[in-house]
């Protein structure tokens, strides 16, 4: 079977929500990240043979086949075409599964998988609360209600679920959360995303755009204290879970290419590294966020690899107790996880968040002369991804 290659990867530095990304519309915001993996390759623009970009709020700005929006507003020719995918929060790292797939497969050789979110100009559940608001009717159909009576589907509540479920407490998650801004904070100020981030300019939606570059998380709190956190309001009187030990909601755009042998060879591309392994997995629609757990079982069996072959992991951080209980069941070793911080510290711009913990992982594996990196991601439904990839250096 033909093998696929990354040989480029790049995200925009996150924006809080009405920050510094909140003037960009995202299909803009997403053909920069395309027009520089572009650049970065030195590659045809015309060679590109598809986009695959995750959104999940594809409504308003982000409706109407946003990835092909993004290419328009890019450089690349018309004739590449795109489409959109929506796999909840694992949505690009589902694109790139699917490029993946097509080079593997032999049906194309050059693909762009990539992500964009906007939760500044399209907030979360804005595509399903909007209609309902309007009488056009809920996700929820009866045969659903008829299995899950009485259930709501809430990722809240599921966090709230593996805090009671894996003897987490407060404390834990709250300890988490701060290590989650430390090692972002350290990774920040030792240059560690340099590589990785791709400057766009400042631009909130309330001012003009200036000649400021973006290029540092806008979510990192460089004055992070465990007091600081453990303060914060819990969403439930009886819960665990609060703003500070969850993902930032956050606006941002990231991308990988995926190409053949072929293709290595005819533009004369330096991989980055070799996909390895992909696979997705349905669990638990209500607890919903433990999904990674037997997820990343599966796959390092399917993989022939065993949990301590792999040198580094990046685990979305979507509430604390997600990173918590996936590593008290695979006995992960911790210094391993998430090396740079996570969501907690840098946002979750949804739809964009497995591109950029991809291009994260690959950046980790080079600074750190690792083989093996494994990333993984809860998504609303209850479902995870999960691609296992070998660095090439």
Known sequence: MPE????????????????????????????????ALVARTGIDPAAVEDVLLGCVSQVGEQSTNVARNAVLASRLPESVPATSIDRQCGSSQQALH???????????????????????????????????KNGLGTYMSPRMQQRYPGVEFSQFMGAEMLVRKYKLDKEA???????????????????????????VRAWKASEEAGDAMHTVDEGIRFDATLEGIASVKRLQPDGAITAANASQIAD?????????????????????????????????????????????????????LKVSDIDAFEVNEAFAPVPLAWLQVTGADPARLNVHGGAIALGHPLGASGAKLMTTLLHVLQQRKGRWGLQTMCEGGGMANVTIVEALH
């Open 4 to 35: 696929a290659f990354i040989v480029a990867a790049t995200r925009t530095a996150g924006g809080r929500r009405n920050g510094r990304l909140s003037g960009w519309h995202p299909a803009d915001l997403a053909a920069e990240v395309l027009d």
């Open 252 to 304: 941002g755009a990231a991308g990988v290419m995926v190409v053949s042998e072929k293709a290595l060879k005819t533009f004369g591309l330096k991989p980055l590294a070799r996909i390895h392994h992909l696979s997705v997995l349905g669990h638990d629609p209500v607890v919903m966020l433990e999904a990674p757990i037997p997820a990343t079982q599966a796959a390092l069996r399917k993989a022939g």
């Open 173 to 199: 998650l709250d300890a988490y959360a701060l290590e989650s801004h430390r090692r972002a904070i350290a990774a920040a100020q030792a240059g560690r995303f340099d590589a990785e981030i791709l400057p």
């Open 98 to 132: 699917f490029a993946a797939q097509a080079v593997m497969a032999g049906s194309q050789d050059v693909v762009i998988a990539a992500g964009v979110e906007s939760m500044s100009r399209v907030p979360m559940f804005t595509s399903s609360e909007l209609p309902r």
